[in-house]
């Protein structure tokens, strides 16, 4: 009977390690091309710049949602294998435990200011709005934590939309945030508490009631016309406007320069600055959704020109854009997050394009790449409502590797970071 | 075990106890030849008698008429033809010839075989005659006849037991004379009487008829010897007696005692845990004989295999298939590895140790082998965890191969948390459950249609039937050539 038992547990052992092992679909997605991770609602990013060499971290972004207080910092490994930091719960106390709806940094890894403009939102009242700084402290293991303080309230739906850059150009300062409340735009000190410069351009309308409360404000900060210090960009109702500091009255002065196409409505509904084509001025592109963006060419303070491009037949595009940098120049990201994909309607794309002075036309022409969610199961029209680029770190695989920009996009509640896609230059991670 | 037996002498002993027993007190009275001749009592007879011997005196006084008057009331009271025949006489003596001619006429009549009736018709001739003779002064037409002389008799009356016994008059040579009973007369002379029945022993009688007398004669016979008589004793009391016939069982135990029909019979006695032991007898009729019977021990010992509910199973003796219960096996002394196998039962293993004339009863109870059911049921779950298991694998494998084609399709991005992730962990979790429940079940298959109840019992009790109490001395009477004595048996 022993020797029957034994057979027995032989015969299970047997089996149990010829079985099936579930790992083997994580060992074989690790191969995956997109990295993606569960934020549980829609999620705002803000890429970080990669961790020091040595390290285990290979990328990091600070992760917020939209429905809750939430913050974590997501951190990629060699393999694109993510881990979630989440902040604690003080420091969650600290936001009134409201969400956060916008954020801005002040270089590569901070500080940062965080806009909650639905704190102490009681009822059908309309909130007074919050914003509050946000350092980022790296630890010896690479990893980080964050400390959050809060500042004061300040005006209705103050935080709706911030930035930040170095508006005063003042070559002693950090930087300087920018918050938009409904109709005012704040310039604060590099401590979020201290109020520099505010004003109000007449010309433009911040506050979209359309959009509702929380609607996106547009708004970039770049040296657009290649003064001492940056400008600040607003979008308004079918025009784009430019804040700049006055150092002789320290005080924000609207700029008479004024970008539009006309009666399009939605023109402005995103902004991005970047150094487009490469010639070392930053550029502005603005989206026109359905169908359109435009690329603005710098410096501004010269008769500049811009591109049109456009994408028949699109419901979405232009809605959301961001930059994607590229060895010299950066590509345009555009959101349309109803594009139909692989005869999947609705499923979205974002589209990386290399934009050129002189070159309008149909999108398609001037595409990199295509980025979309493979994912059936995703609902529709939520591809790309983020999107932007991820500094990942090679070298924490080689010391001849250095950090590549990698693409990401959100899929409603899901945050997907593409590895690698038709046309990339292959898969970064170090396990491929 | 040893038995030793120790013969001692005591004549007197067995003499005694031979008197004592009612068999021989039985074979003595069989044996006896003499018979009381004792007749019952009848008062009427007597009556006649006494009428009889009266009207023989009155007879010898002549006083005829009185005498035939007195013969007549002794006729009355028994209705012998001799008291008809003794009235007529005395009739004539009377010279009352009418009436003596009508008295022989009646005796004729009622005695028509008797040995005179030829003479009696003459004499009633003659009579007549004389009567119709011309009264004196007449002339005669023929010469007067002249009476002879006539006498009364005597009355012989023989009874036998048994009735019907043949009467032979002297010797056998005339044949028989008559049968019992029987009355009539006879000349007053001896006559020597022989009376034979069959079944009884022949008699002999003599007697002394008178004519003035009635004779009695009453014979009891007595049966004849044809029996004899047999005494079976045996070194071991208590063993059983068989006549000529096994089948019809034993007619008693040793020490036996009985009668036997003669001639020659044949002779068992036997027990348990001995060996049988046959004589051939002669029986003498009228004899007392007695047999000793020698028994040995048997050389092997008994296993009467049985119990509850134990039919069908078969009985292996050291491996060797022996019997089917119940059953009966002699087994050689020595140690001995007895089983017991039947179908659906688990097997019954023990050891017996044997010796000459143990008997050894095994009372068996079986246990059953564990039902196949459960077994069975498993087996089924288990081959349906393992198809299930299978069937999961394999889809699994179908998916993680469509995963690894998307892979490796260029135009595809696929999302590390791909939905068919989740579907195929399941797929593979499913699987591994399958088969770790159909391992499970599979082994507890194995397991239970391997598994063993407990084992069949028995209850071995063993005795030894040569001598069943032990260490005990036992008497046996016994016939020795120098006299009779006692044997007494022991087991140590």
Redesign the interface.
């Known amino acids: 009977?022993r020797f029957?038992?034994a057979?027995?547990l032989g015969?299970?052992a047997t089996?149990?390690g010829a079985?099936?092992?579930?790992s083997?679909?994580?060992t074989?997605?690790?191969?995956?091309?997109?990295?993606?991770?569960?934020t549980g609602s829609a999620p705002l990013i803000l890429p970080l710049s990669s961790p020091p060499s040595g390290g285990t971290v290979a990328a990091r972004m600070l992760v917020s949602r939209k429905d809750k207080a939430y913050l974590a910092i997501a951190d990629y490994d060699k393999n694109?294998?993510v881990a979630l930091h989440q902040a604690s719960d003080s420091d969650l106390g600290n936001l009134g435990n409201t969400p956060v709806q916008t954020a801005a940094a002040l270089g590569p890894n901070g500080p940062f200011i965080l806009g909650t403009p639905s704190y102490g939102l009681t009822g059908t009242d309309t909130a007074p709005g919050r914003v509050a700084l946000m350092t980022l402290n790296l630890l010896p293991d690479g990893t980080s934590s964050l400390a959050i303080q809060p500042t004061l309230q300040k005006t209705e739906h103050y935080g709706i939309a911030v930035a930040a850059g170095k508006v005063t150009g003042d070559p002693a300062s950090p930087g300087e945030f920018v918050v938009v409340s409904n109709d005012t735009v704040q310039l604060l000190g590099a401590d979020a508490r201290t109020v520099i410069a505010s004003t109000s351009c007449p010309a433009v309308q911040l506050y979209d009631p359309t959009a509702g409360a929380y609607g996106y404000r547009p708004v970039a900060v770049a040296n657009f016309f290649a003064g001492g210090g940056d400008e600040i960009a607003l979008s308004g109702l079918g025009h784009v406007v430019f804040v700049q500091y006055d150092r002789t009255t320290s005080s924000l002065v609207c700029l008479p320069t004024a970008l539009s196409q006309g009666t399009m409505a939605n023109f402005g509904t995103s902004l991005v600055a970047a150094d487009f084509d490469g010639d070392g001025h930053m550029d502005l592109a603005v989206g026109a959704p359905p169908d359109r963006a435009y690329v603005y060419f710098g410096p501004f303070d010269t008769a500049g020109d811009f591109v049109s491009i456009g994408s028949p037949n699109s419901n979405n595009f232009g809605k959301r854009m961001a930059a994607f940098p590229k060895p010299i120049g950066t590509r345009l990201m555009v959101a349309d997050a109803t594009a139909l994909v692989n005869g999947r309607s609705g499923a979205g794309a974002v589209t990386l394009l290399d934009v050129a002075r002189g070159v309008s036309g149909d999108a398609a022409a001037i595409t990199w790449a295509n980025?979309?969610?493979?994912?059936e199961?995703a609902p529709t029209g939520v591809f790309g409502d983020s999107l932007g680029s991820l500094e990942f770190n090679t070298q924490v695989c080689s010391a001849a590797g250095g950090p590549n920009p990698v693409p990401w996009a959100t899929s409603g509640s899901?945050v997907?970071t593409?590895f690698?896609?038709?046309g990339s230059p292959g898969d970064l991670r170090c396990s491929n | 075990m040893r038995i030793v037996s120790v013969v001692s002498s005591f004549p007197l002993l067995l003499i005694g106890l031979l008197s004592l027993s009612p068999s021989a007190a039985r074979a003595e009275s069989l044996s006896a030849s003499s018979t009381p001749s004792t007749a019952p009592a009848d008062p009427v007879l007597q009556e006649a008698k006494v009428a009889f011997e009266e009207a023989q005196v009155l007879y010898t006084k002549d006083m005829f008429e009185e005498a035939a008057a007195k013969f007549m009331v002794a006729y009355d009271k028994k209705p012998f033809s001799s008291f008809l025949f003794n009235a007529a006489v005395a009739y004539e003596k009377a010279k009352l010839f009418d009436k003596a001619i009508s008295t022989f006429q009646k005796y004729i009549e009622v005695d028509p075989q008797a040995r005179d009736a030829v003479e009696v018709k003459g004499r009633i001739d003659s009579l007549k005659a004389v009567i119709s003779a011309p009264p004196a002064g007449q002339p005669a037409e023929k010469p007067a006849q002249v009476l002879p002389d006539i006498a009364t008799k005597g009355l012989v009356i023989i009874e036998s037991k048994p009735s019907g016994a043949s009467i032979y008059l002297d010797d056998k040579s005339k044949g028989v004379f008559a049968k019992t009973p029987w009355q009539g007369s006879f000349d007053p002379r001896p006559i020597k009487l022989l009376f034979e029945a069959k079944g009884f022993k022949p008699e002999e009688r003599e007697i002394f008829p008178r004519t003035d007398k009635i004779v009695e004669m009453y014979i009891s016979m007595s049966e004849q010897h044809f029996l004899g008589w047999i005494e079976v004793v045996s070194n071991v009391p208590g063993a059983d007696v068989y006549i000529d016939r096994q089948e019809i069982g034993a007619i008693g135990k040793t020490p036996y005692t009985g009668h036997l029909k003669p001639g020659k019979h044949t002779l068992w006695v036997q027990k348990a845990g001995f060996e049988a032991t046959r004589k051939e007898i002669e029986v003498e009729p009228g004899t007392a004989n007695t047999h000793s019977m020698t028994l040995e021990m048997v050389s092997y010992g008994t296993l009467k295999a049985g119990g509850k509910a134990s039919e069908g199973g078969k009985l292996f003796v050291d491996g060797a298939a022996a019997c089917t219960l119940p059953c009966e096996q002699q087994l050689k002394p020595g140690d001995h590895a007895l089983a017991v196998r039947k179908e659906d039962m688990e097997d019954y293993e023990g050891k017996l140790t044997v010796s000459r004339a143990d008997l050894t009863m095994m009372d068996l109870s079986y246990s059953p082998k564990p039902s196949r059911a459960k077994a069975w049921t498993e087996a089924v779950f288990s081959a349906a965890f393992f198809a299930g298991?299978i069937y999961?694998?394999l889809k699994?494998?179908e998916l993680?191969d469509e995963?690894?084609k998307?892979?490796k399709d260029?135009?595809?991005?696929?999302?590390?948390?791909?939905?068919?992730?989740t579907t195929?962990?399941i797929?593979?979790?499913g699987?591994?459950v399958c088969?770790?429940a159909?391992?499970?079940t599979?082994?507890l298959a194995?397991?239970n249609f391997?598994e063993k109840g407990p084992p069949s019992t028995a209850t071995l009790k063993t005795t030894n039937v040569a001598n069943p109490s032990g260490n005990k001395l036992s008497f046996v009477p016994m016939e020795v050539p120098s006299g009779a004595g006692m044997a007494a048996t022991g087991r140590f």
């Open positions: 009977m029957v038992k057979i027995n015969l299970m089996l149990a079985g099936c092992n579930p083997v679909f994580d074989e997605l690790d191969k995956a091309p997109v990295v993606a991770f569960d694109g294998k980025l979309f969610d493979s994912n199961d899901e997907l593409y690698n896609y038709p | 298991g999961l694998g699994g494998n993680k995963i690894d998307d892979l260029p135009a595809k991005m696929i999302r590390s948390n791909d939905s068919r992730k195929g962990k797929y593979y979790v699987a591994d088969l770790g159909g391992i499970i599979a082994g194995v397991w391997l």
